[in-house]
């Protein structure tokens, strides 16, 4: 399976830009409900789905930056994905992350989006990170509170409420 370009690493973690053989594993991620339970996104109808979006994906000749998947340095295993995306709609940079239930509690989640945060300040030259989670998403507001961002808004969406949270360094 080839990879993706590094973008960057952790001490467990690589971070590729999305390559069409990430997605088996992309596809996998996002067929289990629990995993997409809280994103408000629908599961790829098949793997030829998920290598569509990939090849689609516009965000890193756009704006340089984008979300990476992950993987396990040890085993080379596909971990899920993380990064920042660029919404033009609200002139902002979320951050997001993905992980296979099979990995959850291990604080890979954490472990990426850290190096996402460090990659978009310092090599990005961003000002502001917001991360968003819906309220009911216990685990994703521990990390993103972990990562040290701090909750600005409540809004509703699609019948749900989401708490957003922010990291400002204007």
């Known amino acids: 399976m080839s990879r993706g370009e590094l973008e960057s690493e952790t001490e467990r973690l690589e971070l590729r830009r999305f390559s069409p053989g990430d ?3 992309f596809f996998s991620l996002n067929k ?3 995993v997409i339970r809280y994103t408000g996104d629908v599961a790829f109808a098949d793997e030829n789905e998920a290598r569509d979006f ?3 994906y516009a965000h890193y000749s756009l ?3 984008g979300r990476w998947s992950v993987f396990i340095k040890e085993t080379g295993e596909y971990a899920g994905f993380c990064g920042l995306k660029y919404s033009a709609e609200k002139d902002e940079v979320d951050l997001g992350f993905r992980i296979p239930r099979t990995h959850w509690g291990r604080g890979l989640a954490t472990e990426a989006g850290r190096e996402s945060l460090r990659l978009g ?4 030259g961003l000002k502001k990170i917001v991360g968003r989670a819906m309220k009911s998403n216990l685990a ?3 990390v993103l509170e972990k990562l040290e961002m ?3 808004s409540r809004f509703e969406e699609d019948g749900h409420v989401w708490i957003q949270y922010e990291i400002d360094k204007g």
Not at 121 to 124: G, I, K, L, N, Q
């Open 140 to 142: 994703s507001h521990r």
């Open 23 to 25: 997605a088996p594993g």
């Open 54 to 56: 990939i090849e689609k």
């Open 121 to 124: 300040f310092e090599r990005y």
């Open 32 to 34: 289990d409900p629990e």
């Open 150 to 152: 701090v909750e600005t």
């Open 63 to 65: 704006y340089g930056f």
